[in-house]
């Protein structure tokens, strides 16, 4: 199996050298990764300049953009051949629920969805970042059963692995995705020629932690691994807004 890996913390993050080092005993690796930390992109692709590649050694790319366009350049113009699965993290921090709008780390897997391959993104749950050879193992188990059962082209994996050693995590559970409260007010600052500033507040709690999300399986220390689709499309709202369309004042 081939392998492009990926992340939104920079091609030096620990996370993604973790998950290097897990995969290159069970598959053929290429890294493609920003030059910098990107936390928080999205899917935003780089469109008012060239982006630069920087071959940092054999199969290991940096490129100065978003995580998307990393993926978007290896798939559409750097690699010679395909790889099969799309692979991105080990985030620094969790992407539960909500966070999946903002993360890179699900982007950078989301656009090798959008180009046609089956893609994982992986994160670390926790504050102190101690433990991502637990996350890089679990993704060790998931390519091995990929290479029995493939994934379907059209699926992505948001992955969540609580920061504990690998002999307290209780296994894994299939989830749906929850959600936060509103995140904390922006915080407002002064730069240092007292011009007024302002900080994006931190995240808010976890409220749908109900039995089935992927926030309880992280509390209760389960690996959470949830299917994620693109299509946004509001289905039960459509009828109704034809009929909303077809009033007289149109």
């Known amino acids: 199996m081939k392998i492009l890996l990926s992340n939104d913390d920079g091609y030096l993050a620990p996370g993604l050298a973790a998950l290097r080092v897990a995969l290159e005993s069970v598959a053929d690796l290429v890294v493609v990764a920003p030059e910098s930390n990107h936390s928080g992109a999205s899917n935003a692709l780089t469109l008012d300049?060239?982006?630069?590649?920087?071959?940092?050694?054999?199969?290991?790319?940096?490129?100065?953009?978003?995580?998307?366009?990393?993926?978007?350049?290896?798939?559409?113009?750097?690699?010679?051949?395909?790889?099969?699965?799309?692979?991105?993290?080990?985030?620094?921090?969790?992407?539960?629920?909500?966070?999946?709008?903002?993360?890179?780390?699900?982007?950078?897997a989301m656009e090798g969805r959008?180009?046609?391959?089956?893609?994982?993104?992986?994160?670390?749950?926790?504050?102190k970042m101690q433990h991502f050879e637990t996350a890089a193992s679990i993704v060790?188990?998931?390519?091995?059963?990929?290479?029995?059962?493939?994934?379907?082209?059209?699926?992505?994996?948001n992955v969540n692995v609580p920061d504990i050693p690998l002999k307290e995590l209780k296994g894994v559970r299939a989830t749906r995705l929850g959600s936060r409260m509103p995140p904390s007010p922006a915080v407002r600052a002064e730069d240092p020629n007292g011009r007024e500033v302002y900080w994006i507040g931190p995240a808010g709690l976890a409220d749908n932690k109900a039995d089935g999300t992927d926030f309880a399986a992280v509390i209760d220390h389960y690996a959470s691994i949830s299917p994620i689709q693109f299509d946004l499309t509001h289905h039960p709202r459509v009828e109704h807004l034809a009929d909303w369309l077809s009033g007289e004042q149109w």
């Open 49 to 108: 300049r060239p982006l630069r590649v920087q071959q940092i050694e054999s199969n290991f790319y940096a490129i100065n953009g978003t995580p998307a366009d990393c993926v978007h350049i290896a798939l559409t113009g750097l690699l010679e051949e395909k790889p099969d699965l799309v692979v991105s993290g080990i985030n620094s921090g969790a992407n539960l629920g909500d966070d999946t709008l903002y993360s890179g780390t699900v982007a950078a």
């Open 140 to 157: 060790k188990d998931m390519i091995k059963k990929l290479s029995v059962q493939p994934l379907p082209a059209d699926i992505l994996l």
């Open 114 to 127: 959008f180009l046609g391959l089956p893609a994982i993104a992986v994160s670390l749950a926790g504050r």
